[in-house]
T-cell receptor
């Protein structure tokens, strides 16, 4: 596969469940990002990893836990979510550095019941 | 903090016509990058065009061009010869030019409809 892939594409979970979102990039990038996209709200940056190190946590609740085992893989572990966490979660990657363009995955549509 | 504003929640254009989407931003930085991303119904965010703030020449990619007015902090996207496949949400984005550019800010988006 090429580009940035995300699995699953759709996820329905209860508030007591634990699930994980996976992102993989095949572009040789060294920075990865998680975004949340809710209806009628701008895209919200959640986490940033540069060279596997977390360099940004944008005041995200602890029920979201990121993991970046290597520069190609990024996970978002979910537990005890709330219905308001229902959204599209987008992963992106880029080369590290301010001038670099981000490339996005197709997203995971999450519904929390 | 930087902000990005897109004042047109929705726009429509007739096929083959030209449409301009507006974007303004607020920043105190001098080194930054601006982007237009397209998100069609399939949901994959696709880069349309990017502009380096230090470049005076407006970026162009085929039918897509920008009008970058640095003093006015304006960054509009012009789509010429609109096609049905151009229908999507369009997001304007700002990225700081510092070392890791953590400050990547998106506007709220403009939904573009293309009428046959």
């Amino acid at each position: 596969e090429t580009g940035v892939t995300q699995t699953p594409r759709h996820l329905v979970m209860g508030m007591t469940n634990k699930k994980s979102l996976k992102c993989e990039q095949h572009l040789g990038h060294n920075a990865m990002y998680w975004y949340k996209q809710s209806a009628k709200k701008p895209l919200e940056l959640m986490f940033v990893y540069n060279f596997k190190e977390q360099t940004e946590n944008n005041s995200v609740p602890s029920r979201f836990s990121p993991e970046c085992p290597n520069s190609s893989h990024l996970f978002l572990h979910l537990h005890t979510l709330q219905p308001e966490d229902s959204a599209l979660y987008l992963c992106a990657s880029s080369l590290a550095g301010g001038r670099e363009t981000q490339y996005f995955g197709p997203g995971t549509r999450l519904l929390v019941l | 903090a930087q902000t990005v504003t897109q004042s047109q929640p929705e726009m429509s254009v007739q096929e083959a016509e030209t449409v301009t989407l507006s974007c303004t931003y607020d920043t105190s930085e001098s080194d930054y990058y601006l982007f237009w991303y397209k998100q069609p119904p399939s949901r994959q965010m696709i880069l349309v065009i990017r502009q380096e703030a230090y470049k005076q020449q407006n970026a162009t990619e085929n039918r897509f061009s920008v009008n970058f007015q640095k003093a006015a902090k304006s960054f509009s996207l012009k789509i010429s010869d609109s096609q049905l496949g151009d229908a999507a949400m369009y997001f304007c984005a700002y990225r700081s030019g510092d070392n890791y550019g953590q400050n990547f800010v998106f506007g709220p988006g403009t939904r573009l409809s293309v009428l046959p």
